[in-house]
């Protein structure tokens, strides 16, 4: 099997050699890939520049997006325009954001994994550093969520659900819709990755509101999305986080943004949802 990779950045300059290094001292080299350069101010076209000098089969471009960093709709979108600019075959797409560090064996044992005719998605498991530098899991939801930082696809599965949607979700949406079309979602917890910034650290305090937004653009419904902005206070320990998605919901409800997901698949992921209430 062969697989590309794209790899959105802005203002990645200090992680990008780091990943670039440890993704071409991989075991199974990737066919091609794409860097797309999303309206950086620092350092990282420099190094994009030099990545395609260095390295095999490297690419990369500009894309010109919104300054403000949004939650989910910015990073798809520059994904999406890599994507477009995929010139070679393969059989897995891959995303990987610039701040990661992988274990050398990593896409030899994904694509082992893509072998099962029915998995779709699959990558491995997130790795932070704590106060003390020790690398501890961290790896939000439950393990058979791949993370939106290593993201890899079978074209099948990729090709079924259309592509990632830009919007706050999309890492959810994604796996949901890859169930709905009878994928399995494989998380291998052997392969850690090390993700060298913490979650969210560069986005903006809208966040809880934006996750509200995207409970409604994925159908969950009030009362699902109420358990969900539960669940979520509970972890963060913040009740604020409670009202703050509940008020990104309502105002979703109000203004009635689009769907990302149409009407059957929003009740196969209500059913879906509902089920694993039921099971934690």
């Known amino acids: 099997m062969k697989y590309v990779v794209i790899i959105p950045a802005h203002n990645e300059a200090n992680y990008l050699s780091g990943l670039l290094e440890s ?3 991989q075991s199974t080299l990737p066919a091609e890939v794409v860097l797309v350069n999303d309206q950086s101010t620092d350092e990282t076209e420099k190094i994009m520049q030099a990545a395609v000098e260095a ?16 939650p989910g709709a910015k990073v ?10 995929l010139s070679v075959p393969y059989d897995v797409v891959v995303k990987l954001d610039a701040d990661l560090l992988l274990p050398p064996n990593y896409f030899e044992k994904v694509l082992n994994t893509f072998q099962a005719a029915n998995v779709g998605v699959a990558g491995g498991v997130c790795y932070e550093q704590n106060s ?20 890899a696809y079978h074209t099948r599965c990729f090709d079924d659900m259309q592509g990632l949607r830009s919007a706050m979700g999309w890492d959810t949406v994604d796996e949901l819709l890859a169930r709905y079309y009878g994928y399995e979602v494989k998380t291998l917890t052997e392969l850690k990755v090390k993700h060298l910034r913490p ?21 969950y419904g009030f009362l699902l999305s109420v358990l969900a902005a539960l669940k979520g206070g509970w972890t ?12 990104g919901y309502l ?5 009635k943004p689009p769907y990302l ?20």
């Open 261 to 280: 997901v149409d009407k059957k698949q929003g009740r196969f992921i209500r059913s879906y949802r509902w089920k694993r209430l039921g099971k934690q």
């Open 251 to 255: 105002i979703a409800f109000l203004k």
């Open 132 to 151: 003390s530098g020790q690398w501890v899991l961290n790896h939000p939801m439950k393990l058979d969520h791949v993370r939106g930082a290593f993201k």
């Open 236 to 247: 963060k320990k913040s009740v604020t986080w409670i009202f703050t998605v509940l008020k």
């Open 199 to 219: 979650v969210g650290t560069h986005y903006k305090g809208t966040i809880a509101q934006e996750q509200g937004q995207a409970f409604y653009r994925m159908r």
């Open 76 to 85: 798809v979108a520059a994904f999406m325009a890599g994507f477009k600019v």
């Open 23 to 25: 993704l071409f001292a």
């Open 55 to 70: 390295y095999p089969n490297t690419q990369y471009i500009n894309q010109q997006s919104s300054e403000e960093h949004l």
